[in-house]
């Protein structure tokens, strides 16, 4: 996952709708992966994560869903907050401690 | 508990000036990892260690960027000469030892001003 540069793909919601928000990892190897939340001027923060031999794993509020087969991964957000409103990032780990990032997107809660 | 502390937080200073950056990891982690992030380019992981010691610095730009960790509390990121295109966010995150599948926790960055 590469930066694309300038411009951050963005998701605009309503309060109170769910957000989902995906991500396309780069290696069909990679065992452990990781949603990061990332507000203005801060660094990024945890929020859920998931291994390969799951399928989803849900949290407060949050829901992680994992594709094998396409390499694909989603956050869900239930009941979007204005505190929700951030830039998210998922990562892979292939094997080491690694982090890969993919590209962020950002979140826009708007009342 | 504490976080993941970098300082200063921000540093704005001149082209060709040394610039240090420090971390103190979370009590307990055995990993420790720098990363760049930019406008352009993202998150950049620099450079990590394990129990101390430098695993990968494949991602360190040039030899005029250096990191060491003399001991399990404490890390430094060195720039020297430093140049405008260096100004970046740096941040440093910490993890527990536990072969890949720990979550790495990040502090709050130094935004580096090069002028």
């Known amino acids: 996952g590469e930066s694309v540069g300038l411009h951050l793909p963005t998701l605009s919601v309503q309060e109170g709708d769910n957000s989902i928000i995906n991500c396309a990892y780069s290696n069909s190897a990679s065992d452990y992966f990781i949603w990061y939340k990332q507000e203005s001027g801060k660094g990024p923060q945890f929020i859920i994560d998931i291994r390969s031999n799951m399928d989803k794993r849900q949290g407060q509020r949050v829901t992680v869903l994992l594709n094998k087969t396409v390499k694909h991964l989603s956050l869900q957000i239930a009941a979007t907050q204005p505190g929700d409103s951030a830039v998210y990032f998922c990562?892979?780990?292939?094997?080491?401690?690694?982090?890969?990032f993919g590209t962020g997107t950002r979140l826009q809660v708007f009342p | 508990d504490a976080g993941v502390i970098q300082s200063p937080r921000h540093e704005v200073t001149e082209m060709g000036q040394e610039v240090t950056l420090r971390c103190k990891p979370i009590s307990g982690h055995n990993s420790l990892f720098w990363y760049r992030q930019t406008m352009m380019r993202g998150l950049e992981l620099l450079i990590y260690f394990n129990n101390n010691v430098p695993i990968d610095d494949s991602g360190m730009p040039e030899d005029r960027f250096s990191a060491k960790m003399p001991n399990a509390s404490f890390s430094t990121l060195k720039i020297q000469p430093s140049e405008p295109r260096d100004s970046a966010v740096y941040f440093c995150a910490s993890s527990s030892l536990g072969g890949g599948n720990q979550p790495q926790h990040f502090g709050d960055g130094t935004r580096l001003s090069i002028l």
């Open positions: 990562a892979e780990i292939l094997n080491t401690d690694k982090l890969i």
